[in-house]
């Protein structure tokens, strides 16, 4: 599975107890188990915020892949910088999931993997091994709570650059329909980590709101349709996740190109391809799965 910044994962990612088995077998559950790898001696650990904290020796292998590029002879230098720029973005990424979940009674640990990383719900004083938000609002807001911390940083940025007399300005245009530029900033290496922080934090931050299970916005998706409409609802999530995922994976070919495009491309195919299979098995589940799946809706209400 492609690991999607963002994830907020607990047992049974949010689907009434009885069904665990089953979609351990169709395929969803199993994605959740393995969303969190297990440990290695070259993990990094330490504790921010009081938060545990564990980064998997593969981040730091995809963020030094990525910040690669096409060159042949990569700037040292900015390579370094691109891969700070990404750790904080995604670790504030996690920290704001986290930091909800908390406010919400709920300890909770962060782990960077790949590109991306998980929140991940861990027993705390009340002893809970699985966490159930009192109502499907509490998950909208763990899952907005990434994201927003994201636009957060960016609009800390502006501010701060304004203060300091050299404003972060925002214009219309490019490939994307948003581009910046930094005024009366002369550092070269500042200007660098300073758009590698605006463009990690903004785009992937509107990325994560796509309505594309498992990411942030298809997880409140699914919690919506799910809890207002029903568990007839739940193909529905992915089979909305697969369409959004092949459109917006085209739309980014044909502005970016195939230099650019490729990589978000690539995850939202395999997403979209992800979405497409746990559809099909839940539909072979059968209807008597749906109407059990109706009565144990319930719980939200609890």
């Known amino acids: 599975m492609v690991l999607a910044a963002g994830n907020v994962v607990t047992p049974c990612d949010g689907i009434p107890e009885r069904f665990a ?14 969303l969190e790898p297990p440990p290695t001696r070259y993990d990094l650990h330490f ?16 963020a030094l892949l990525l910040g690669l590029g096409p060159e042949q002879r990569p700037d040292l230098a900015v390579l370094v910088i691109w891969v700070l720029a990404l750790f904080f973005s995604l670790l504030f990424h996690e920290l704001g999931h986290a930091w909800v979940m908390r406010l919400q009674g709920q300890q909770a640990s962060v782990l960077l993997y ?9 027993p705390g004083d009340r002893g809970a091994a699985r966490w159930r938000p009192r109502s499907p609002w509490d998950q909208v807001a763990v899952s907005l709570a990434g994201p927003g911390a994201m636009f957060l940083l ?18 219309w245009g490019g490939p994307l329909g948003i581009g910046w530029s930094f005024q009366h900033l002369d550092n070269p290496r500042l200007v660098i980590l300073l758009h590698y922080l605006v463009a ?3 785009f992937w ?20 349709l799910v809890h207002y409409v029903g568990g007839p609802a739940l193909p529905l999530v992915f089979r909305v996740s697969m369409i959004v995922a092949l459109t917006v994976a085209a739309l980014l070919l044909w502005r970016l190109g195939l230099r650019d495009g490729l990589f978000p491309a690539v995850i939202l195919g395999v997403l979209a391809f992800q979405n497409h299979r746990i559809e099909q098995q839940l539909r072979g589940a059968g209807t008597a799965w749906f109407q059990a799946d109706e009565d144990d809706d319930r719980w939200w209400r609890e």
């Open 200 to 202: 990690i934090n903004l």
């Open 154 to 171: 960016v609009l800390v940025l502006w501010v701060v650059l304004r203060v300091a007399g050299t404003p972060l300005v925002f214009h």
């Open 21 to 34: 088995v089953l979609l351990l077998q169709s395929g969803s559950q199993d994605l959740v188990i393995q």
């Open 47 to 62: 504790r921010l915020l009081g938060f545990p904290v564990r980064v998997h020796p593969w981040f730091w292998v995809v």
């Open 205 to 224: 931050g509107l990325f994560n709101l796509l309505p594309v299970y498992p990411l942030d916005g298809g997880q409140i998706l699914r919690v919506l």
């Open 114 to 122: 790949g590109f991306g990383g998980l929140a991940i719900p861990r």
